[in-house]
């Protein structure tokens, strides 16, 4: 090869197929040995774009100071310090870094969390070395490689075409040009813009559809994309709903308190007459105990958790926010083949004009015979079939293998590795037929062909839905040679096939002459010939089916959206439970709709046939229209619209194309319709669990604030010093309430209904619930100082038994807040450890900060006498059982409504 600035330097496009070859030392069919790709890589490295340049870790750090609630923290800060109480402005400073800190560090994980995923989704290309077609990493692709393309692959690196199929590229990420290009492979002028240089495939750029082939001419940075510096980001969006909704809460609370502190401090100081100093000092501490500070790292925490949890149910969510919206999908629409359905197929009948024959035999083992009446089936009295297994192997891209457990495999679409299968088991012999064009299969079309070289003409095989191939057909061919088209027999054969299940595929041929060398769709309009069709059975997934009936119970409705016969359809409906098994809708009837009976037709039906892309696209929008969340499923290149149009769109991460990854907010990594029943019951708990949390963590400030204005205005001790109230919020913010993130999912969260999405984060229950702990642990808590100052005990005792009452009363409530209605004991209460180690480790602080001397002297507490435990311990417990008896009474009063 020559050298790399050379090679920059080449205007691949320009010149001829085979100089590009010599110059890159390459060969047209064998591409490179994996001898060479390796040196190749190692001396000019990997095929990978730079990274995005990521803002400095400093700025970011600093970016979690810039938030309402920090300001009114380091106001205190400064106000603290023109007083002299110095200790207050190190501890509030101290409590600001460490929430940016945690800010920080959570920001990271999250980051982290998007990252690992980001790796799950990298991408791979094909390529042929040593003559054999192999997949990698799209990184470890080297100049002078020859990479195959499909439709809906993501370009890996440019390219110069040498083979193009009707190949179609979406240029647009480079260009600007929405409009597909399609692609040839002669060469064009030296001085042809990037939009028109035909030959040339670029990376990042789509293929829309059809097939080629090219040889890698520049890699990562020296790409044209590479050269103008745009990444494609494959994870986006950190924040959610949720998130918003808590931060604009924040943002509600922090000018609610200021307007609170000030009324106090006016109230305080024309009415009471406290001192200034005194008084600013108990405002602030007002300020800081109503700020919830530790709420948005813990939310973005249990967000990533999430996310790491669906990961490893092998759900792969792109979006942040989908972890949410997952939890409120009312309908799923899922495709057949692959996701509902194994996508192990086995041809189990053949069909001719003559004769019905069954083949045995399961999987992709060529182990098995084709039997006419229960004997095994000559083929040379049977030339009919001879031709039709020929057509099938003919017109496929699949091929067979045998890993080194001896177990068969297909390369390629499972439906056309059956039909290999099918004439290997034959003794049909069609191994070296030359290919000349082939038209690929398109869920759109629903057929592919390949035309071939014969003796004295050239033939073009079709294969395809059997429905399509009937409108087409012209004749059919029988043992007495071609005779007249029965359309009602194949209609009859077609339905009673398809009734059993069975996918049912047809295959045709025409014949064209010798000079034919290109193939396209007009050439198929006429003169075909019908030969038969194959019936192939895909059996069920197990899982899926109990997913099916686990949604149904959570009150999601599950829609089949395939392109299959309607018969075979309701057939696999009807084993699985998907409807009635007996209604279902098809593409043609959908047609027909206004978009207005589209709304109510896809209510009504949960089985949709014979569907093409755009009608998925046509569902999403009617369901949305009803404000149904939806999420759809989707592999194609085609799909991409009506995943992106879906609330969740979900790529298929085996089956799917880069395309449709790329369009959706979630990708399965095992393509199994039971991984999204999974994703959201995981979607359901993390949003329980956010709620939980928010649940538990405010009353903490509804009681402090309660306490400290109700201490103002009665004109009692200041039951707690500003830095104190920055302890109880740190220590209960940041370590007990961790513990809901672990919380397990509650068995009744998958028996009721989805979620509406408007309803509001603080529902009326919430805000009811809320100010009832605050109350009930603000006003219990000061009751309990005013009784202790009564019975003589000192000012420093009060206070530090004050600051244990909150916290270990917090400990109780937490226990509380493990489910929001039901009692504490009802679901597994050892479930969750996390729970029991942060209350060890609280209470550890919390002696930490009562017998240490030196957190004595910075938090202004004593060491407690033994038997002054007593009062938080009983008063915790007895929170806990008011709060209990509350949700029993509110759990009955619900019951009767
Ligand atoms: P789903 O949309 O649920 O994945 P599907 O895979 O059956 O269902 P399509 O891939 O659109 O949907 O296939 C529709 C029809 O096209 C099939 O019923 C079959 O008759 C035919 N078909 C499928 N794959 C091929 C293929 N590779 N070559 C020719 N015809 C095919």
């Keep these: 090869m020559t050298n790399k600035k050379e090679q920059q330097d080449v205007l691949w496009h320009s010149i001829d197929i085979s100089e590009g070859l010599t110059k890159l030392t390459t060969n047209a069919t064998k591409g490179l040995s994996e001898q060479e790709a390796d040196d190749r890589l190692s001396r000019y490295g990997e095929n990978v774009l730079p990274e995005k340049k990521k803002e400095s870790k400093l700025l ?52 982290k969390a998007l990252e690992d995923i980001k790796k799950m989704l990298s991408h791979t290309a094909q390529v042929i070395r040593d003559g054999k077609r192999i997949e990698i990493s799209a990184s470890h692709l080297a100049i002078g490689d020859l990479a195959m393309l499909h439709p809906g692959d993501k370009i890996p690196a440019d390219l110069r075409l040498i083979k193009s199929d009707n190949l179609r590229i979406e240029e647009s990420a480079l260009t600007g040009e929405s409009v597909p290009s399609q692609k040839t492979v002669h060469p064009v002028p030296a001085d042809t813009p990037l939009g028109d240089r035909s030959n040339m495939a ?96 813990i939310l973005s925490i249990i967000l990533a958790i999430g996310v790491q949890n669906m990961a490893k149910r092998k759900a792969i969510v792109r979006t942040l926010p989908s972890v949410e919206t997952l939890g409120s999908v009312a309908v799923i629409c899922s495709d057949k083949t692959g996701t509902l359905t194994k996508n192990e197929m086995t041809v189990k009948t053949l069909v001719t004009a003559n004769s019905l024959f069954d083949v045995t035999g399961t999987g992709y083992s060529p182990a098995g015979e084709i039997l006419k009446d229960g004997t095994k089936a000559d083929l040379i009295s049977e030339p009919v079939l001879d031709t039709l297994i020929g057509g099938f192997y003919i017109c496929n891209e699949a091929s067979l293998g045998k890993d080194d457990d001896d177990n068969w495999y297909i390369k390629g679409d499972p439906t056309e590795g059956a039909l290999i299968t099918l004439y290997e088991k034959s003794p049909v012999d069609h191994h ?48 007495e040679g071609e005779s007249l088209f029965d359309k009602k027999y194949w209609e009859s054969k077609i339905t009673s096939l398809a009734a059993n299940g069975q996918r049912v595929i047809g295959g045709a041929y025409k014949k064209v002459s010798k000079d034919k ?80 009976e589209l709304e109510s037709a896809a209510l009504e039906y949960n089985i949709f046939a014979r569907t093409s892309p755009e009608h998925k696209l046509r569902l999403v929008k009617a369901l949305q229209a009803r404000n149904i969340i939806c999420a759809m499923t989707g592999d194609g290149v085609n799909d991409a619209p009506a995943l992106k149009k879906a609330d969740v769109g979900i790529a298929m991460g085996i089956k799917g194309t880069e395309v449709t990854k790329d369009a959706a907010e979630m990708v399965l990594a095992d393509d199994n319709f039971s991984t999204i029943a999974a994703a959201v019951e995981e979607g359901r708990r993390v949003y329980d669990n956010l709620k939980k949390t928010i649940l538990f963590i405010l009353p903490t400030n509804g009681a402090e604030s309660f306490l400290i204005i109700a201490s103002i205005l009665f004109g009692t001790l200041m039951p707690l010093t500003p830095i104190q109230i920055l302890w109880v919020n740190m220590v209960t913010s940041v370590t007990i309430s961790l513990a809901l993130a672990f919380e397990k999912l509650e068995p009744e969260t998958m028996k009721r ?35 202790l100052l009564n019975k003589g005990v000192s000012e420093e005792i009060v206070k530090t038994v004050t ?46 900060i009562t017998y240490i001397p030196f957190m004595n002297n910075v938090f202004g507490t004593v060491m407690l006498p033994l038997h002054f435990w007593l009062y938080p311990f009983l008063f915790g417990l007895g929170i806990f059982i008011i709060v209990e008896i509350e949700k029993l009474v509110m759990r009955k009063i619900s019951n009767r409504l």
């Design 60 to 111: 970011r750090f600093f970016k979690h100071f810039n938030d309402i609630l920090i300001y009114i923290l380091l106001i205190a800060a400064v106000v603290t310090a023109v007083l002299g109480h110095w200790v207050d402005t190190i501890v509030i400073i101290i409590v600001a870094v460490v929430n940016a800190c945690i800010g920080f560090f959570q920001e990271n994980k999250a980051e």
């Design 202 to 297: 670029f990376s990042t750029t789509t293929v829309s559809a059809g097939t080629g082939l090219g040889i890698v001419v520049a890699t990562g940075q020296d790409t044209e994309i590479g050269k103008i510096n745009r990444m494609m980001s494959d994870v986006k969006l950190i924040t959610t709903p949720l998130l918003r909704q808590t931060a604009n809460f924040g943002k509600s609370v922090s000018f609610v308190i200021i307007a609170i502190a000030v009324l106090v401090f006016i109230f305080g100081h024309f009415y009471r007459h406290y001192d200034t100093g005194e008084l600013l000092m108990s405002v602030i501490g007002l300020a800081i105990a109503a700020i919830p500070e530790g709420l948005p790292a």
């Design 432 to 479: 070296e037929t030359d290919r000349i064009a082939t038209i690929p299969f398109d869920s759109e079309y629903k057929y592919m062909a390949t035309l071939v070289e014969a003796d004295n003409e050239n033939i073009i095989y079709i294969k395809g839905a059997p429905d399509r191939l009937l409108s087409m057909a012209e004749k059919q061919y029988t043992i």
């Design 517 to 596: 060398k290109d193939l396209h769709h007009e050439d198929l309009y006429e003169g075909i010939t019908f030969l038969g069709l194959a019936g192939i059975i895909d059996p069920p997934r197990e899982e899926a089916i109990a997913a099916i009936k686990q949604c149904k119970e959570a009150g999601i409705t599950v829609k089949m959206i395939t392109g299959d016969h309607i018969e075979t359809a309701k057939s696999i409906g009807r084993e699985m439970g998907i409807g009635d098994g007996m209604k279902a809708l098809e593409g043609k009837d959908i047609e027909l709709m206004s978009d207005e």
């Design 753 to 787: 209904p989805p979620r509406s999405p408007k309803t509001p984060l603080l529902d009326g229950y919430f805000i009811w619930r809320i100010l009832f702990v605050s109350i009930l642990i603000g006003g219990g808590t000061l009751l309990l100082n005013l009784y």
């Design 803 to 848: 600051i244990q009452t909150i916290v270990i009363t917090q400990m109780f409530h937490l226990f509380n807040s493990r489910s929001i209605r039901k009692s504490a004991f009802s679901g597994d209460f050892f479930g969750n450890k996390a729970v029991f180690v942060v209350s060890g480790l609280l209470i550890l602080l919390q002696l930490s």
